[in-house]
């Protein structure tokens, strides 16, 4: 199932509507990775809410896509983590290491413009 890739302001939210496969998993990241440079976003949020169980390829995924997407100069979030799914990667000892997650997309859309604002102020002065 493909994954919808929204754009608004400079932000891509891509929102997980259901399990994926790992080729889906591919497949999300070269569209993300696509859009970023197509539409030279800032930020990247992955929703992953509806997700029941994060495995090893998924997690090393998330990292590759923030870290392909660093490469471009948009920060990737990760927002939605399931309390169940974060104690079932810390028990397997998976981690998003690099990646900034929040609690939900308003959290991680409201992180992404406070950092936005800092980064104009910076700029300004």
Do not use: W
């Not at 990775?33 to 169980?53: E, G, P």
């Not at 990292?63 to 169940?84: C, F, N, W, Y």
């Amino acid at each position: 199932m493909p994954v919808p890739i929204l754009k608004q302001e400079h932000f891509l939210i891509a929102s997980i509507q259901d399990e994926l496969s790992d080729e889906e998993l591919v497949l999300l990241r070269d569209q993300l990775v696509n859009k970023v440079r197509q539409f030279r976003s800032r930020a990247v949020l992955i929703d992953v809410t509806v997700l029941d169980i994060m495995d090893s390829f998924a997690a090393r995924t998330l990292r590759s896509i923030a870290h392909m997407t660093k490469l471009l100069g948009a920060e990737t979030v990760v927002v939605g983590i399931q309390p169940d799914v974060a104690l079932s990667m810390v028990q397997l000892g998976l981690t998003l290491e690099g990646i900034v997650v929040a609690m939900d997309l308003e959290d991680g859309l409201c992180m992404l413009r406070r950092r936005e604002g800092q980064k104009h102020a910076a700029t300004k002065q």
